[in-house]
């Protein structure tokens, strides 16, 4: 069952892979112009650096580990791509399509868009790997942690994009969706009091990078176990909403072509 | 009237715009977070060191200002370079208005009603967040003057990328670059005094400063000195992209190829 659902995954993935290619001057510039777009911002932050040494506690070196671990998140959910039009594909009735399928709704929802910029934020991670004191527990826990930002903010992007079943309008989820991310791209450790209580348990995006970074600098053993904890019970929540919303969903009867 | 034209097609386009007012919110919302995000910033680095020339009131202010400035863009690149593209382009030639001007007005309505909008907005919650401006600002209206320049030069910058479509098959990757540009050499997120002198004397020779730094940086610390400055250093800069692009302009358009029919 697991073996099917893979070679499904990766048939989708093959398949943008190549329709990417097909167009290959695009998707060198755009995947360059993703590595140039971190490389842009993380200049910023070195200027920064360069005149204040420190904010907080953290050093370059931290913020280094933060675009690393931001860079795997963004390649990840490159994949997943599309589940920020699941609201559109909502309101739109074009869900019927994805119904019509003996596959997993959301699973299929999430994969069949590959978003190919994100290769280069995977670049960007992999050319600021040595500029880091790097050990193997330091690398396996990036892995681990980038998995888990994904999973929330997936989750994140899910719960948003169901609240369509309940309230019918998509709004503009991609601004209010870049207003979270603002927690996840700049150092988390100068929130206090509400907000920070905010953005670690209501919205979990402090789970995201900011969290992880402190824990790969020093491991932690609760924190680790609560961030595991957080994402997986998240994204839990996310599926249930999505699938009690889908509950409520009417179709169109629209007719579309894919092509 | 030669003007008249133009006019029409920007109030058709603001028309259009007060269609879409919910993701003037939305976009709000997002430059409530960014203001949120950089209160919290600065009031750490202002807790244990001082930064020249500034205050945590007046460098959010400067962020709030900027950030209002360049989220107004209209991206119309985009539909520039399909229309290239796509060959639909020819249509200006045989219309009685000019592509570059129409693009301009498109733009510049666009461009004034998110400002104020957003400025409006953003003043509220910069006031919640960091009080009253330190400074004066009744030489707002004066600044205002330095924005539209802003608008003017970016607009230059982003039909002369829109202009490359005619030579490349995607320009999206030189979009980006300039952008990224205008972020950190434009002054977006921080003032480019912060910066250590090499770069600032480098970023404050580059054309990017007139998008952002320029105005933002009058609008908090205001003086007769520094605006004729500013203004004199935008026109500058609107004068030698306006000479770029009318000189790849010609060069492109003669690749029009139009097939009788």
Redesign the interface.
């Known amino acids: 069952m697991e073996g099917k659902f893979l070679k499904f995954i990766f048939q989708y993935i093959a398949l943008g892979l190549k329709s990417a290619m097909e167009y290959r001057f695009s998707f060198i510039s755009q995947t360059m112009g993703m590595f140039l777009n971190d490389f842009a911002f993380l200049s910023l932050w070195w200027l920064l650096f360069s005149s204040f040494n420190s904010i907080k506690n953290w050093i370059f070196e931290d913020i280094l580990l933060l675009f690393i671990l931001m860079g795997f998140i963004w390649f990840f959910l490159g994949f997943l791509t599309n589940l920020r039009e699941i609201g559109e594909i909502i309101v739109s009735g074009n869900l019927d399509y994805y119904l019509l399928y003996p596959k997993p709704i959301l699973l299929h929802l999430a994969i069949s868009n590959f978003d190919y910029t994100a290769l280069g934020e995977l670049l960007f991670s992999l050319v600021l790997l040595p500029f880091i004191h790097l050990t193997l527990f330091k690398l396996g826990l990036i892995i681990l942690f980038s998995i888990t930002g994904v999973i929330i903010l997936s989750a994140v992007i899910i719960l948003l994009n169901s609240s369509v079943f309940f309230f019918g309008s998509t709004g503009n989820f991609k601004s209010l969706l870049d207003s979270l991310y603002t927690f996840v791209v700049y150092p988390s450790n100068v929130y206090k009091g509400l907000i920070k209580f905010i953005i670690l348990f209501i919205i979990p995006v402090g789970f995201v990078t900011g969290v992880p970074v402190d824990l790969i600098k020093n491991f932690d053993p609760p924190f680790f176990t609560l961030t595991l904890i957080i994402s997986l019970s998240f994204l839990t929540l996310s599926i249930i909403v999505f699938y009690v919303g889908l509950r409520r969903y009417e179709s169109g009867n629209l007719l579309t072509v894919r092509v | 009237m030669y003007v008249k034209k133009y006019i029409s097609i920007a109030k058709v386009n603001l028309i259009n715009l007060l269609a879409y007012k919910?993701?003037f919110i939305?976009?709000e919302?997002?430059l409530?977070?960014?203001i949120?995000?950089m209160v919290?910033?600065w009031?750490?680095?202002f807790s244990t060191?001082q930064v020249v020339g500034y205050t945590l009131n007046t460098m959010i202010y400067y962020f709030m200002f900027s950030e209002c400035i360049i989220n107004s863009r209209y991206n119309f690149i985009s539909k520039l370079e399909e229309e290239v593209k796509s060959g639909d382009v020819v249509k200006y030639l045989i219309k009685p208005y000019n592509i570059v001007f129409y693009y301009l007005f498109l733009f510049l309505s666009e461009f004034l009603f998110k400002f104020f909008t957003f400025f409006f907005l953003s003043m509220f919650i910069t006031i919640l967040f960091v009080g009253f401006p330190d400074f004066n600002i009744l030489t707002l209206p004066f600044t205002l003057i330095s924005v539209f320049l802003s608008a003017i030069f970016l607009f230059l910058m982003d039909f002369i990328i829109g202009l490359f479509a005619f030579w490349?098959?995607?320009i999206?990757?030189?979009?980006?670059?300039f952008s990224?540009?205008i972020?950190?050499a434009g002054g977006t997120?921080?003032p480019l005094d912060?910066?250590?002198p090499f770069?600032k004397t480098l970023f404050e020779a580059l054309p990017f400063a007139s998008a952002c730094y320029l105005p933002a940086k009058l609008f908090v610390s205001f003086s007769w000195f520094s605006f004729i400055r500013v203004i004199y250093t935008q026109l500058k800069w609107i004068l030698i992209f306006g000479f770029i692009l009318a000189f790849i302009y010609s060069i492109a358009i003669k690749k029009v190829e139009i097939n009788g029919g």
């Open positions: 919910f993701d939305f976009r919302i997002f409530f977070f960014l949120l995000v919290n910033i009031s750490v680095i060191k490349l098959e995607d999206k990757g030189l979009q980006y670059i990224k540009a972020l950190v997120i921080f912060i910066f250590p770069f």
